[in-house]
């Protein structure tokens, strides 16, 4: 695809509910990040991928929330007895991923992101 | 813990000024990016800087890195309208993510 997508791009719930999100990364990324975003701030990171392997996952706020990349394609952040609190922003971006020396000089490119929103 | 911090929050000029937006930590980065995002959109890379004291620019846009890596500036001359954005920096954390400052929302009056 063109560009990183992720849907849907707008949810709401009723608290308690699980939801999940997707993302598509840009085919061939080896790289795959989660991000949250509060209106007008930067974005917090909360995961990410090298191919299906979860890297770090130190940004998840609780265990309500995880993310897997099966197949190290598309990948799933699931908020579990969702709450209140969880209404954001939830971005996904992906990168290369050229590994080695180089790998902070990446440019991560992201999706439209899925809007949440809890009642 | 490594934490990005930017100035100012808001910033609002008219056409034609100049601006400088900041970005400082305590901590020294591998390197930094920065991305300017517009409603409804996610965030666009603009540069990154790798090197101590390096400086970029881009068209009216001028980004330095500073010297020990624990800071960077970005400059715009002569802003225009379309300049209008979030602008944020980021830097590489110690375990391969990306960790953003707050951003600086700027607003280019005609």
């Known amino acids: 695809g063109a560009g990183v997508s992720q849907s849907p791009r707008y949810k709401v719930t009723k608290r308690g509910q699980d939801v999940a999100l997707r993302c598509d990364p840009i085919s061939g990324h080896v790289s795959l990040y989660w991000y949250r975003q509060a209106l007008g701030q930067g974005p917090e990171f909360l995961t990410y991928?090298?191919?299906?392997?979860?890297?770090?996952k130190s940004g998840l706020p609780n265990d309500r929330f995880s993310a897997e990349r099966p197949e190290g394609s598309i990948s799933t952040l699931t908020i579990q007895r969702t709450e209140q609190r969880d209404s954001a922003m939830y971005r996904c971006?992906?990168?290369f991923g050229s590994g080695g020396r180089s790998w902070f000089q990446e440019t991560q490119y992201f999706g439209p992101g899925t809007r949440l929103l809890v009642l | 813990t490594q934490l990005l911090e930017q100035s100012p929050q808001f910033l609002s000029i008219q056409e034609g000024e100049n601006l400088t937006v900041y970005c400082n930590s305590s901590?020294?980065?591998?390197?930094l990016q920065w991305y300017r995002q517009e409603p409804g959109e996610g965030p666009v890379l603009l540069v990154t800087v790798v090197t101590g004291g390096e400086v970029k620019k881009l068209k009216r846009l001028t980004f330095q890195f500073g010297d020990a890596r624990k800071d960077s500036s970005l400059h715009i001359t002569a802003a225009q309208p379309g300049d209008t954005g979030l602008y944020l920096c980021?830097?590489?954390?110690?375990?391969?993510?990306?960790?953003f400052g707050k951003g600086t929302k700027l607003s280019v009056k005609p």
């Open positions: 971006a992906s990168s």
């Open positions: 901590s020294v980065f591998s390197s």
């Open positions: 991928f090298n191919y299906e392997a979860q890297q770090d």
């Open positions: 980021a830097g590489a954390g110690s375990q391969g993510n990306l960790i």
